[in-house]
């Protein structure tokens, strides 16, 4: 057992379009000089950059009206692990994974973890899932698990979390990312103020539990799976909580999880303003948690969301570490394929963060020229990084061209021939 | 095999009440009399009114995230009619239900009428399905349906919906609602102009199988599953493609389909203004399609709604004959008691719009007294009309307190026994 | 100078209502005897409840657009004193006005204490303005007050502030309200993280100048004037400065000052849950911060926002205290109506959640009765409250029909021949 | 009289420029030429595109709070043609001026035609104005203009649009767009029904003035100045309106003027596919109708919108002319130096769009391979085309950086000395 792509296969992709990619990579370096930007030390910032994979989503997803699989998809955290190495292979951007448990359950964590090294993957952030039933589940989450008013299904729900830790522990994992739906469909159906308060309760006894070198996020959603209010439903509620629990616990923030029209990167600086700045999920949406590909709908918010972590970077006040996890549904794409574009897509967000002029910037800020301090993003941001993500991936063994060789290697239509077939359905899983 | 509940036992849930309800009745008959509105005549016009309920309504629906199912909950159209029985033999307001189909799919038709009638229900519009793929299936519908750029599956999806008016010929309906999941997750996926073009033709297929005195049912939706564009997303393309198609083409108003703070009481003024009001699906949402029970997030846009429907039964201008639907997804209630519910919320927000004083209303608006225009309004919204409804409900054979006489009936705990049980899953089915 | 109605104008107008009013209020009172409920406590924590009134809505506001004058406008504090003067004597629910200065800057304000004093009213928050310029102000706040980069232009905000504090000392006030419209229209304008610094810096120097029993209300509004960002946005970035600053700050929510769809009625309870709700502005909105009359638009959530109040005023946690006032614009009505209009919405929201039959709501919630939870709260709203608050205002000398009674005064047509005219122009004042 | 900047000046600001630019311009033709594209083609169509200027755009704008007025803005329609003659030797994308009455009457129109002209501008649609009273005007429009319910405001609005015909002929335009704020702020407020009635008679007396080769345009907008309903909200009911009124009348799109997350380009699509699209007003914005700088806050969405225009150039169906025109309130910026920035970021977007490989991109449409589909669009969007704009631009004796230009030629502080300075207010003019 071994990497799913040969070196070969790679090398020979990009074999013909590194006369391009040079041309393209020296023109915009002699661009960059001229604004005063070093394109190799860019090109080494985007290369250090890493963005982990959620085991889910290399499976097709679906919503509530259907789901329609793909011959090939992985069925398996071990099928899924395989479709994670070729994505980071390609792009060498994704060297780590986020498992979801129950549905990853295996009997040996240590396998696990050897079979993932071998793949040239570790283990990213934990995540519990309290938001489904399962098969044999003494207790069930219909009306919430950390907030319900049964105390056995809040002590089921805690239990839970602590296993993930103890798996996340075994796998190499340092932190746990709690993300609960709890909430309601209809006005008087729990106390808003007393629901908060089993969660913060419940959440206590699952931050008890941490290691020492661990952090807890908590995730906010506006709605979905409840219609009417949700528990920990914006910022504001995340890090109030987080600040109630203790320093271990910060704020992840999803992309797709707020109110229409909200300032995300605003978001983005408040979190990092108050020290509570944990991680990311990355995808992009028009109307909801549409958990569409990262950068594709609106790829400036993007950038404007790494122009923040840029600045957090450059002023880490508290620290500065968060963990960003690609968290999409490919409804109608090889999710193989999303992976390898939303993953460039945000390492090129955050390499046009890099270009912003931050000295121009400031003295534009400081003296209220609106225009020029506009214009100080807008220039970074309508520059094509393309050639540097390229470079970036060619020297580390990934492909010029990323989609294109996937393509070229046949391993959809490989796999279809050896794994078992998903039947049809619903959801996300 | 007989109406499900006895009258007796709806009778001596009745009798406990009708003393209180005659002087709440009458003690609001004078206040009423005070404006000039004759109770007795309110109360016919909402004995009168009715609502259909969707075969699919009366079984637990669920997210993509989760389905949580009840004991005793209905699994096909027989026990699905069952149910909606109970909630008009309690309501008197759903004496119709609307099928969809494949999920209503049986081997003979006329038995089906035979027992819904029996049952005391009719059939009201018919439901196609061409947003999931149906086991066995030649095609899919991954990448659209009626818009599919492969001739085959639009093909199928045509012969699927004239499929479902020979059933509906059948099951007494007279309508045929339409509404396809058809669009996009990526600018670029599909040409926008082309699929509308796709649509047009294929729904112009189907319009020429419809019976003389058929309706086509355009239903719109703004975003899911699709959530880059949808084919027909709102009011204005539906209305177009209602007017390519021909005089039978209308289009249907569901209130969860919407983009955020549109004025959907001005929509069906629009559509009633140019011909086109179809029908309605009546639920209530804070986010999105959230599908909650109708008017329990804001039962003033119900009542503005219905004022517009009163406005238009008097201004029939090129006629008005809407079709009324529940459409909810019980993920959390005894869908019995949410359509129970519902239908009250629904009848009530007739009632209160026929209490809208027009005289003064119209005078204040030609006059311009901007304030006194809104009273006229708000003092109909603010009026009680529970004596209502409880009492045209009782005098049709229904019960005064139509949840606490359902509870009382003990039916979900008996079918608990008798029904089989729904497995864990996701999604609406 | 004494109150601008007489008593007898009043009583007279009341007369012929009351035997109406009696029936009405006998019967609503045997009804909620039917449920357990004593009017006449409902009518006394009516009595009790009053909300203050605007100084600067007494006049008719306009949008960016136009405004549209009327004969009679008040154009002074004095003149706008006598109009807040005849809702108190209608509503008796409007006892405070709401000063905003420098609109209201007078040369002495013990003798403004007085005539207000005569005219049946006292003073309530102060409302500071640093989001336009005034002729021959030092410093310009185009680009910012209390976050301008400039030290002087933020020194000169902050003492504007600190006067503020000075007059509502004077004025017997014990609170000052800030609202900035400090923000950005252009990414890059300004850094997100350092103007929240420079805000913080600002608002403790006017904390510092609080006297020991004032309160300082932070006001967030999540966009307009500014279009991209605004510094204080939303209710964490308002509680996290709350915190920052001291015990003596507190947020105000303005319900119009939400991103789309935002739950409201939750993010009252987490404030209260944390500690730090100080106060309304009360309107209704349908797009965005449309300031229309309150209750017009959405009464519901009008209603739930308050049940929480009264939630909250039964488990006060760390005290509850709320500062409430009506904030509208009033382009299209006369303002004095739109003014007796809301404050009976208001008044009837709270009458309504007063009726909720808490211990069974609380039983719903604890058993996840979810159908009963909706309807503990669903009883209480549709019951029609207007008896009681024309019984309450009667009672206290006020008028059965305010709006009728204001009408019959002639009011409006006397000051149109006493008061000079407004010009056209645009805008809020 | 002459035009406003010399050649002089703007070739030397270009000097410096010029070898950078042509290595920037060949390095992205080597790199278009390898895709297929001629970089010289695109550069011709960019040469020959142009959008339209508002007069009153050169003002500084404001909001309902506050307008912050600069040194040296322009108080009358020849100072305002003096700014937009700058805009145009600068962008060379700018040749009309777009004319708003009254604000911009005079009494020689034949002269202010020739002014234009020595200033190497013409003129673009005329903008009537009937949302605002003007001093001595007979009637309000305070309860609407072409909806009033009195015949006689309708008749001097009818009036109104006609002169702006009149006038507009002398001035050379051909084209009249009509914006009305007419709708309410309350439920009841008017009929909604009728007030649309007498939008469709109002629009009709207009278009029966209209010569034979004018069109007349409808621009909706979903809110504000009324923020209940607007008479024209959406898409839908101007569409229908340009049916009734017949083949002279189109839809006109503001990109601000939508709900929440609605898809635009694909209204785009839908006026273009029933042969009303009539024109834009571009700009951008965050939350409602902001008139942010076009392409600031989501250039995405900019581009996809010239994707449609480009698809509908190629495919005409029945017609296609759109008028162009920027529509912003520049706030908080010199309104010359966001003209500049926003006619860049819309030939860009025209650029970009140019740029779609449309074969690949229909095949990929075609065979539903979604992820080639989608990459066809971000191909062509990630695409830095500035040093196509800037060669077009410098070949036809704009500027290469054209805010780099302005601000060297001093212009602003010049007319500070020369032009009378604005007082202080509030609104938008």
Redesign the interface.
Known sequence: MGLPLTEEAIASHNAPRHE?LA??YD??G??LA?RGVDIAAVKAKVAGFSVALPSWGSGVG?????K?PIPGEPTNIHEKLEDCAVVQQLSRATPRVSPHFPWDFVDDYDGLRQEAAALGLGFDAVNSNT?????GQPR????GSLTS??AGVRAQAVEHNIECIEIGRKLGSQALTVWV?DG???????????S??RYLDSAADIYAALPGDWRMLLEHK????A???TVI?????S??AAQELGPKAQCLVDLGH??????I???V??L???GKLGGFHFND????D????SG??????LF?VF??LV?AEL?PRQGFNPAYMIDQSH????PI??ML?SAEAIV?AYAKALLVDREA??A?????D??M??????QA????V?PILAMARAEAGGAIDA?AAYRASGWRERKAQQRKPVG??????
Do not use: C
């Open positions: 391009a041309d393209e023109s915009l002699r661009a001229r679906g919503t509530r009206f259907a329609f938001f489904q039933d399962q098969p069930s989450y219909r009306h008013t049964d739906g309601t469909n209809f006005p008087g159906q729990q106390s808003l103020g007393a908060l308060d506006m709605f979905e799976p219609f009417y209010s439903s914006d910022w504001g509620s890090i109030l707020h109110a229409p029209n909200v300032n990167e605003q978001i600086a408040r990092h303003r108050f949406s028009k109307y909801g549409d958990d569409l590909d594709s709908i609106n790829p400036h918010q404007l122009n923040e600045e002023n409804n109608v794409t090889d394929e999303s574009s090129g910037l400031t534009a800020q400081q003296s209220n609106v225009m301090g506009f214009q100080a993003l807008r941001y309508r520059t094509d393309t989609i049809l359905g619903a959801g996300i899983v």
